[in-house]
């Protein structure tokens, strides 16, 4: 990382740091609420370092020498300016705030459902990660790679409510932290993905057999595979026709970024925000707090708006 970056970043944190008791105690084991970030009226990757630094900076997820997969939304052969992807701008702003915390290792993969060299260059995901690693000479560290079908593993789901077990990717179950960076869009058989089901990059055979029971095959492996930090773009949203979109009338400008520790209240608060979804209406999300995966109720949601 060069000096200008990292002055950037320590700059965003202090000013966070200097808010009111109130707004920059959000991590205190006092509240029994959890905190989540939504950033507004910056750029694309502004507004995630933004949510980020609300939460007390990536330091506060990452730890130095940690191994990282910074696991985004790959999976369609569509540009960003039709939103089935996350933005390349919030990829790369995730990652390099990964980079200044210490990370070690940052990996950056998902398995796609278009054909992966396609959608990894319409995305724009693997050019902006390469081009950031060769100029700030991090390319030993941040790589973007696809994935491998001898990398992933028959994993044990233990307490599972309809998975007992999955092949889930090696690399994820071997890293240190996962950072978890989906796009806020609709879903045809969902009604929305978000960070629940952006995991499902990570899951190998036939993933499509899960949608019989989506609710429960999700928060297994959710359980399984808790992410560490969920950075949500909801920069450009996809409102309808999703998971994969293409036509430019069904995407929104939202321009904000959500994040939190934990995955469910990020986006039981991005369902909320962005689509105007209750928890309750939205299935996975519902058996996520019945299941108790982290939160139990919408009413821990704590929201903070930068």
């Known amino acids: 990382m060069d000096r200008r970056e990292f002055l950037r970043l320590a700059g965003i944190a202090a000013g966070i740091a200097a808010l009111p008791a109130s707004v920059s105690r959000l991590g205190a084991a006092a509240d029994p609420q959890v905190p989540v970030a ?26 130095r020498g940690d191994v990282v997969v910074v696991k985004p939304n790959i999976g369609w052969d569509r540009t960003p300016e039709q939103a089935a992807n996350t933005h390349p701008d919030v990829v790369v ?12 290792s940052v990996r950056v993969f998902d398995r796609t459902c278009n054909e992966a060299r396609r959608c990894y260059a319409s995305s724009g995901i693997q050019e902006a990660v390469e081009r950031f690693a060769k100029k700030n000479g991090v390319a ?10 001898r990398k992933f593993v028959r994993t044990e789901i233990k307490g599972a409510l309809a998975l007992s077990s999955w092949e889930l990717y090696r690399d994820v179950l071997e890293a240190d932290k996962l950072v978890n960076v989906p796009i806020a869009k609709h879903h045809s058989l969902s009604d929305v993905t978000l960070g629940m089901k952006n995991l499902m990059g990570v899951m190998g055979g036939n993933r499509g057999q899960i949608h019989f029971r989506i609710p429960e095959c999700l ?7 808790p992410s560490h930090l969920t950075v949500i773009d909801a920069s450009r949203v996809l409102l309808r026709n999703g998971p994969s979109g293409g036509d430019l009338a069904d995407v929104q400008n939202f321009g904000a970024a959500f ?10 608060a991005a369902a909320e925000a962005v689509f105007g979804l209750k928890a309750e209406s939205v299935a996975h999300l519902r058996k996520a707090l019945e299941s108790g995966l982290g939160i139990s109720s919408p009413s821990q949601v704590r929201l903070l708006r930068v």
């Not at 939504?38 to 730890?63: D, P, Q, T, Y």
């Not at 702003?93 to 070690?104: D, E, F, N, T, Y």
Request: net charge positive; hydrophobic share 50%.
């Open 38 to 63: 939504m950033a507004r009226g910056g750029s694309h990757g502004g507004n995630a370092e933004k949510a980020v630094a609300a939460l007390g900076g990536m330091k506060a997820f990452v730890s």
């Open 93 to 104: 702003a995730v990652a390099s705030m990964c980079l200044a915390a210490g990370a070690k």
């Open 140 to 149: 030993d560290a941040l790589r973007v790679y696809h994935v491998e079908g």
């Open 219 to 225: 928060v297994d492996v959710n359980r399984r595979l």
């Open 259 to 268: 994040a939190s520790g934990n995955v469910v209240a990020a986006d039981v």
